[in-house]
């Protein structure tokens, strides 16, 4: 059984950096996507960014676009969020989540923003402050 379990969430004030963490256990699979989301209160589910592995190719939100870095570190099984110049409008629940690549399906369904996972953690809080 795939778990997940983020963590790195917090208060800031804005122009400030985290970095989120999520370990990963139970995955066998040898290809797959993972990504970060985030839920504001009120609002939906947004895809922040997302990544394949075991290629690395990522893509990013537009609002979060040269402000935040998706990476992995196979060694530890952990996925990370590298945020800078936050601004108060990410504050929000970050959620990663994981799910396996088909066989037959290319890498750039990890791309989407919009893909469905099947396995996802249980959120850490983000707030930023003005």
């Known amino acids: 059984q795939v778990q997940l379990v983020e963590s790195g969430g917090g208060s800031v004030q804005a122009g400030g950096s985290l970095r989120l963490s999520c370990a990963v256990s139970?995955?066998?699979?040898?290809?797959?996507?993972m990504g970060w989301f985030r839920q504001a209160p009120g609002k939906e589910r947004e895809g922040v960014a997302t990544?394949?592995?075991?290629?690395?190719?990522?893509a990013y939100g537009d609002s979060v676009k040269g402000r935040f870095t998706i990476s992995q570190d196979n060694a530890k099984n952990t996925l990370y969020l590298h945020m800078n110049s936050l601004k108060p409008e990410d504050t929000a629940i970050y959620y990663c989540?994981?799910?396996?690549?088909?066989?037959?399906?290319?890498?750039?369904?990890?791309?989407?923003?919009?893909?469905?996972?099947?396995?996802w953690g249980q959120g850490t809080q983000v707030t930023v402050s003005s």
């Open positions: 139970g995955s066998t699979y040898s290809k797959y996507c």
């Open positions: 989540a994981l799910d396996r690549l088909n066989p037959f399906s290319s890498f750039r369904a990890c791309l989407d923003l919009r893909k469905e996972y099947n396995y």
């Open positions: 990544i394949y592995i075991p290629g690395g190719n990522s």
